[in-house]
């Protein structure tokens, strides 16, 4: 399968930080990733779609001023956690996919601790 | 509303033993249904999708069987293998913009 990989897979920061996370699809271009949150046991919720050089589309309840998603290239999208609280720590995932059939290639996830 | 369904949140089978794991949806856009397999703190990896024009789809010791008037699916790993422990995501996606719905998963364990 297509390699997707996600940096970095965990990171610790202080409340009101920012906090950044890389999606690189490696070996194909994607047109289109997904970013999920994962709470304990629980599905992959999805936050946002970003398509490449367009603004994403956030699914309902995500705020996006809080969770800036920029997606520049065919190859990255990034996700920044803004002004981040204990309450958004969470396991969060991204998905690439290369558009032409709905197979989603997943990152490793990046498990974000806010203390 | 939980559009993609998996009841089971744990099933635990011996080796060599058939695992099956169902999933149930309620979203008639559908037409393309995926299972992913997860570890603990990783990514899922895709592993067989099937159409909503196709009853069953084979690749290896994996099986997915979808009947579309019970708006159902299932999962068949046989044989199973220890290494097949990990949580099982089933989704379903329609329309153009290929967004993915899971359901909750089930954690097959596989005893040796």
Redesign the interface.
């Known amino acids: 399968g297509a390699v997707v990989s996600q940096h970095p897979s965990w990171v610790i920061c202080k409340s009101g930080t920012s906090v950044k996370i890389e999606c690189r699809s490696l070996d194909f271009q994607a047109t289109t990733m997904f970013w999920y949150r994962q709470f304990p046991k629980q599905s992959l919720m999805l936050m946002a779609t970003s398509n490449e050089g367009s603004k994403a589309t956030y699914e309902q309840g995500v705020e996006k001023d809080k969770f800036l998603i920029n997606h520049a290239s065919l190859t990255l999208s990034t996700l920044t956690v803004t002004s981040a609280h204990p309450e958004d720590s969470s396991f969060y995932i991204c998905s690439a996919s290369a558009g032409v059939s709905p197979e989603a290639f997943f990152g490793q996830g990046t498990r974000l601790t806010v203390v | 509303d939980q559009q993609v369904k998996q009841n089971s949140p744990s099933l635990s089978v011996q080796e060599g033993r058939i695992s099956i794991l169902n999933c149930d949806y309620t979203n008639s856009m559908f037409d ?1 249904f ?1 299972w ?1 397999k997860k570890y603990p ?6 592993l067989i ?1 099937i159409s909503s024009i196709k009853d069953k789809n084979e690749d290896g010791r994996f099986t997915v069987f979808l009947n579309k008037s019970a708006k159902h699916l299932s999962l068949h790993i046989v044989p199973s293998q220890p290494g097949d422990s990990a949580v099982y ?1 089933c989704a379903g ?1 329609g329309g153009s ?9 089930t954690l097959l364990t596989v005893n040796p």
């Open positions: 393309y995926l992913y703190a990783e990514g899922p990896t895709f999708s995501f996606t913009n290929y967004k993915l719905t899971f359901g909750k998963g």
